[in-house]
């Protein structure tokens, strides 16, 4: 008889950007329903290191002006790192923070948002990535068939289009940062967005860390099987059966290690005046 362990529940707090966003970057992962003997274990960004993508992914050129060039009422800047183009354009105070909007090119297909960005403002001022909200978004359905999803007047806009398969899709969101205190000094400033974050979208968990286990049952010839509900807010994720040879510690452990979520780290730079 098989003895089903139920190792973890994950629950994804999407704190960082408002509920318009199809993804954000998780505050923790909570590890709940452990066996008896031991304690609930509390995973955040300081106890998981994420996994750094460092592929380089061909640039398109003018994937995100294009983008950007639709929202736009200042001049748009683009910058290239990492394989991955940016473009920003309209710097602007809203109540005590900075906003801009961004448009950046997706790494793969998987739900990428700006994980971490700061502004250095010319008073010397550093302000930290606080929220945003989505504008649009666009996604491969199948060949050159795309989705454009638009975040419009407290609506969401989905239309279909054609388009190159070669072609990367891209994201744009309008960032905000502070808080800030007297701006009156503020004219001049320089935007650094540091990495991108890959996390699945709410209700997509089990489909998501699935995949990203796969290769691990695979290595295993079936003696490593697990099982994932899908829950509100996260999955719930069950070791089926394990080797003989691996305790439940190591179980758990292993299948933690491809949790963690994707980080694509680059250095996109810009510099912008405001009034």
Request: a negative charge; one cysteine or more; hydrophobic letters at 40%.
């Amino acid at each position: 008889m098989k003895k089903i362990y139920t190792i973890f529940t994950l629950v994804l707090y999407l704190g960082a950007f408002v509920a318009v966003m199809t993804a954000c970057a998780p505050s923790n992962l909570t590890i709940s329903n452990l066996p008896s003997n031991q304690e609930n274990i509390e995973l955040n960004d300081e106890t998981i290191a994420p996994t750094v993508n460092m592929i380089e992914t061909p640039v398109i050129p003018g994937i995100t002006v294009q983008a950007i060039n639709k929202y736009a009422q200042t001049n748009a800047t683009t910058r290239s790192a990492a394989g991955i183009e940016v473009s920003v354009a309209n710097f602007r105070f809203a109540s005590n923070e900075i906003l801009v909007d961004a448009c950046y090119q997706l790494p793969d297909e998987s739900d990428w948002t700006i994980d971490k960005a700061t502004i250095i403002t010319n008073d010397f001022s550093i302000l930290n990535l606080s929220g945003g909200t989505g504008i649009e978004f666009t996604r491969t359905l199948s060949g050159s068939t795309r989705q454009l999803t638009t975040f419009e007047d407290n609506k969401i806009l989905v239309t279909e289009f054609t388009a190159d398969p070669n072609l990367p899709n891209y994201r744009c969101d309008t960032l905000s940062f502070g808080p800030i205190g007297d701006r009156s000094n503020i004219s001049h400033l320089i935007l650094t967005i540091h990495s991108l974050i890959a996390i699945p979208g709410e209700g997509s968990e089990c489909q998501a860390f699935m995949n990203r286990i796969q290769p691990v049952l695979e290595a295993h010839n079936g003696e490593f099987q697990i099982n994932c509900a899908q829950e509100i807010g996260g999955a719930k994720i069950s070791i089926v059966l394990k080797p003989d040879s691996m305790s439940l510690e190591e179980a758990e452990g292993l299948i933690a290690e491809y949790l963690k979520p994707e980080i694509y780290e680059g250095e996109w730079k810009f510099e912008g005046e405001i009034k």
